[in-house]
């Protein structure tokens, strides 16, 4: 019995984020991820992966730079398979109280600012917890309840609760720290860099890709 | 509607970071664990401390020639392939474009600290390239006049202060450690590793005054450094510092504490910390 192909991920090099510690994340997960600028190359793969840190206002007008936020836009369009990370998943909201520039909208609501008084960036490893509703979720196999990596100043607003997979509690809010929409799938916290647990998570998920 | 107003408390662990001292690509400052092949190779002791439970890793190359700069960025490359947690690099970073660099070789946060002073820009310029999260202030604080360091049931000089020095502690600078620490914060430093001067190596508990001095006026986090000899030390920066963090770099590297052991402990004093599988 030959074993199955291992879906290949491209991630987004757009000076936005710890590119090599996505690949090694993905490429320990079960996918086959290669690290790439060129909206040509990406759109070859199966997936695509936005890492993200920074300015979410940055990070918009560096996609548009490079040409990989249209591809984004077609791919999202298109309901293929893309992952965002930390503000890599905050574009996929309509916009940010950091920067001017729109997110993808894939998602409805904004991104704001941990309220004064928090200690920020929420630094360090918080609990994913399941949202109301999705205590089975595939996605949390091996991983609801358990402390996974952040470091954000900044968390989504949502307006529609579908598609909050994961909470986390942080500053007085209780945020979306996990998100899907369709094939389109976020994180909040780093996976890349949340050891064992995270590698279960993107196992869960290079796992849809592969069936 | 939105984001229910939450009554949950915080969940946020303690993290605990070991921190190794590399030249020449070698860490220095014996380290003694006899389950390790090399234990004088980075790349493996960061494995090791992985699966032991660190929340995260500081390296800090304590040599600052450019030579030694190339041997760090392959040693950071090498790290990056074989840890799935967070690593900081400090030690002689001068530019954005020295961040830039361990940035793109695999690390997560660049610790400045003697350039920064000297050019205070250069944090506000790094927090701009590539995000506060990543951009570490590492300061260096001697209290003025030697007073005594109060531990954590004394009682210390009511009003202390604490001088900035530079040059791995080396160089007074005549300037306020705690109005410093303000200001890196102000310029968009995402974190401060703070460190004791008076109390680095003692193994006498941290500068516990320092500490809230510090996290009193500033709103990023700030990690505990310099003079944790104990299990108790480190809950002790946590509960009574407020410190987010606690780096120690001895008491691990000698295998004198356990990093699951001491977690048991701190969490026994009602921190919260995060276990591993």
Redesign the interface.
């Given at each position: 019995m030959s074993e199955a192909r291992r879906p290949t991920l491209a991630v987004l090099d757009y000076d936005a984020g710890?590119v090599?510690?996505a690949k090694?994340?993905f490429d320990?997960a079960g996918a086959d991820a290669f690290v790439t600028a060129d909206p040509a190359a990406a759109a070859e793969a199966d997936g695509l992966v936005v890492p993200g840190?920074?300015?979410f206002g940055s990070c918009v007008a560096s996609l548009r730079r490079s040409g990989l936020h249209a591809l984004l836009e077609d791919w999202i369009a298109a309901e293929r398979p893309v992952f965002g990370i930390c503000v890599g998943m905050q574009l996929l909201y309509d916009g940010s109280d950091e920067g001017d520039e729109p997110g993808l909208g894939l998602l409805a609501?904004r991104v704001e600012r941990f309220p004064?008084?928090?200690?920020?960036?929420?630094?360090?490893?918080?609990?994913l917890h399941a949202a109301d509703g999705h205590d089975g979720d595939p996605l949390l196999t091996g991983v609801a309840g358990?402390?996974v990596?952040?470091?954000?100043?900044y968390?989504a607003?949502?307006?529609d609760e579908e598609p909050v997979v994961g909470r986390?509690?942080?500053?007085?809010?209780?945020?979306p720290s996990l998100v899907r929409q369709s094939s389109v799938v976020g994180t909040q916290f780093?996976p890349?860099?949340?050891?064992?647990?995270?590698?279960r998570l993107l196992a869960n998920w290079v796992a849809t890709l592969a069936a | 509607m939105s984001v229910p107003a939450s009554a949950t408390p915080d969940t946020l662990a303690a993290r605990v970071i070991p921190c190794l001292d590399v030249t020449a690509g070698r860490v220095v400052k014996g380290v003694n664990f006899v389950d390790l092949r090399d234990a004088g190779d980075p790349v493996e002791l960061a494995r090791f401390y992985d699966e032991e439970g660190a929340d995260e890793l500081v390296f800090l190359d304590i040599t600052a020639s450019s030579d030694a700069r190339d041997i760090m960025v392959d040693v950071v490359h090498r790290v990056a392939e074989q840890v799935s947690i967070p690593f900081a690099v400090g030690g002689g970073m001068r530019s954005v474009e020295d961040a830039r660099r361990m940035l793109h070789a695999g690390a997560d946060k660049i610790a400045f600290n003697t350039a920064a002073v000297q050019r205070p820009d250069l944090l506000t310029e790094c927090a701009a390239a590539v995000g506060s999260q990543s951009v570490v202030a590492a300061v260096d604080a001697r209290r003025v006049g030697g007073q005594r360091v109060s531990g954590a049931s004394e009682t210390g000089d009511p009003t202390p202060k604490w001088e900035l020095y530079i040059h791995g502690g080396r160089t007074p600078t005549g300037a306020d450690a705690v109005a410093w620490c303000r200001e890196v914060a102000r310029r968009g430093a995402g974190e401060i590793l703070l460190t004791s001067m008076d109390r680095d190596g003692t193994k006498q508990g941290f500068d516990l005054d320092l500490l809230r001095a510090v996290t009193d006026v500033v709103d990023v986090p700030v990690i505990a450094s310099g003079g944790a000899g104990t299990a108790d030390h480190l809950a002790d920066g946590i509960l009574q510092g407020h410190a987010s963090a606690v780096l120690a770099a001895s008491i691990f590297h000698f295998g004198e504490l356990r990093i699951r052991d001491v977690k048991d402990h701190m969490a026994e004093r009602g921190v919260t910390v995060r276990r591993v599988p």
């Open positions: 710890n090599r510690s090694r994340g320990a840190v920074g300015h609501g004064a008084g928090a200690v920020v960036p929420h630094m360090g490893w918080d609990v358990e402390r990596y952040y470091v954000h100043s968390y607003v949502p307006v986390t509690a942080y500053g007085g809010v209780d945020f780093h890349e860099k949340s050891g064992e647990i995270g590698r | -």
